[in-house]
């Protein structure tokens, strides 16, 4: 289990979680080495060395990207905090509004001249 912070932006920081998963066949052999990533500004829960987990997320370039992760042995669920959805939707939405004003005020301008 490897922890790093990386910078995005000018003053945001986003925590990585980077651990494997062995799978195991039905007979106990592994048949299967998986690398994990986690991403976020602030996680809930804790795996362990050793601990049996279940990963939900999506593969890119071979890494799964975890969205969240069941730590079997302690019973807990693991979260990455991410930036809600709902504040980025506003946003875009705030910045396509002052934009459109302010177009509307070059155009008004020019126009009215």
Not at 19 to 37: C, M, Q, S, T
Request: proline share 2%; net charge positive; glycine share 10%.
């Amino acid at each position: 289990m490897q922890s790093r912070t990386e910078q995005q932006g000018e003053s945001n920081y986003e925590t990585v979680w980077s651990f494997r998963v062995e799978r195991y066949d039905e007979a106990g052999n592994r048949v299967l080495l998986v690398p994990v990533e986690m991403r976020g500004y602030a996680f809930e829960g804790a795996i362990s060395e050793g601990d049996w987990v279940r990963a939900h997320g999506k593969m890119k370039r071979g890494t799964l990207r975890a969205s969240k992760v069941e730590n079997l042995t302690s019973g807990a669920g693991v979260n990455a905090k991410t930036t809600p959805k709902g504040c980025l939707i506003a946003f875009a939405v705030f910045f396509v509004a002052v934009l459109a004003f302010l177009i509307w005020g070059f155009f008004t301008q020019v126009v009215g001249r």
